[in-house]
């Protein structure tokens, strides 16, 4: 399984440490050129939405990926990456892949909460560290979006078809449990389309 991640800004290479670590093997994604290369899924890291966003646009990937994440193919997305599948940020008017029914809160904890981590039970996989980094959350879904965990009643992270959207960062705890969930979704789709092609 080829997994590429969006290279512009933020956490990406620990992503990549992690998704190695489970015998995928990784891509980054810089420019437009990066999407000649063949992948399976995508990984949109935590770092700072609206940069991410500008750097999306200006390099010319920002609408060839929102075709493909429309298309369905799998997405993780911690922190920023959550604010840039959000279809509505809460008083922004800022909209990004919009992917994702549903919306979201930047820097939603405070500055005293700025940072912090908890565990937390994660829908259909069991207790998870979760370390929250400036990070948003997500005020409200419409249908069809899972909520997978909350937080102190705030929810924190969901599942949307093939995108799965985290407000922490999972890829800076010692746990592998959410990156194998995701590479679990990424063998699915994979084999799900192997089965379309053959028939
Ligand atoms: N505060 C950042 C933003 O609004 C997200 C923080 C993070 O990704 N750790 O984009």
């Known amino acids: 399984m080829k997994i590429a991640v969006l290279a512009l800004q933020g956490a990406f290479i620990e992503h990549e440490?992690?998704?190695s670590e489970l015998g995928a093997e990784c891509i980054e994604l810089r420019n437009a050129e990066d999407l000649q290369q063949d992948f399976d899924a995508l990984v949109l890291p935590g770092g700072e939405s609206t940069v991410q966003g500008k750097l999306l646009r200006e390099s010319g990937m920002f609408e060839p990926l929102k075709e493909r994440i429309e298309a369905g193919m799998p997405v993780l997305a911690t922190c920023a990456g959550m604010i840039l599948l959000?279809?509505?940020i809460a008083d922004d008017d800022t909209r990004h892949f919009a992917t994702i029914p549903m919306t979201v809160k930047r820097n939603a904890y405070g500055r005293q909460l700025g940072s912090f981590?908890?565990?937390?039970e994660l829908e259909t996989?069991?207790?998870?560290?979760?370390?929250?980094?400036r990070a948003p959350?997500?005020?409200s879904v419409e249908d069809g979006v899972e909520m997978l965990a909350q937080v102190d009643g705030r929810i924190v992270a969901v599942r949307y078809g093939n995108q799965l959207a985290l407000a922490f960062h999972p890829e800076?705890?010692?746990?592998?449990?959410?990156?194998?969930?995701f590479t679990e979704m990424v063998e699915a789709y994979l084999h799900g389309s192997q089965q379309r092609h053959s028939a």
Do not use: C, E, N, W
Not at 125 to 133: C, N, S
Not at 172 to 181: E, F, G, K, T, Y
């Open 86 to 88: 959000a279809d509505h």
């Open 117 to 120: 981590h908890a565990y937390g």
């Open 137 to 139: 959350y997500v005020v």
């Open 172 to 181: 800076l705890d010692a746990d592998r449990q959410v990156h194998s969930l």
């Open 125 to 133: 996989v069991g207790q998870v560290p979760m370390t929250f980094i």
């Open 17 to 19: 440490k992690v998704l």
